[in-house]
């Protein structure tokens, strides 16, 4: 069985910052891209930043030089260094991971972790 679990969100002022990370764990055999998305209430769920296990990255224009996502290959682990916060990225933020099992190439999401921003 694998896991996503996700930590660092919370609420913060406008031109703040959070960092969440997603950790994966289980009978993971490799992982691909891993990324994150975010929705925000009546909206759809929209791919924000992603990383592959190379190390490119792709950004939401919305979020291009203040946001960075990053991988930690050894601990199975994403993050998303999130600067300059705007009340526009209150949202869910979901992490997902394209991981391969002995037999299996699955996609895998976290449950989510909430980003308030508010003054």
């Known amino acids: 069985q694998v896991q996503l679990v996700e930590s660092g969100g919370g609420l913060v002022q406008p031109g703040g910052s959070l960092r969440p990370s997603c950790a994966a764990s289980g009978s993971i055999f490799s992982i691909n891209a891993m990324g994150w998305y975010r929705q925000a209430p009546g909206k759809q769920r929209e791919l924000v930043a992603a990383i592959t296990s190379g190390g490119s990255t792709n950004y939401a224009d919305s979020v291009k030089g203040r946001f960075t996502i990053s991988r930690d290959n050894a601990k199975n682990t994403v993050y998303l260094q999130m600067n300059s916060l705007k009340p526009e990225d209150t949202a869910v933020y979901y992490c997902?991971?394209?991981?391969?099992?002995?037999?299996?190439?699955?996609?895998?999401w976290g449950q989510g972790t909430q980003v308030t921003v508010s003054s």
């Open positions: 997902n991971a394209e991981i391969a099992t002995m037999i299996l190439l699955v996609d895998y």
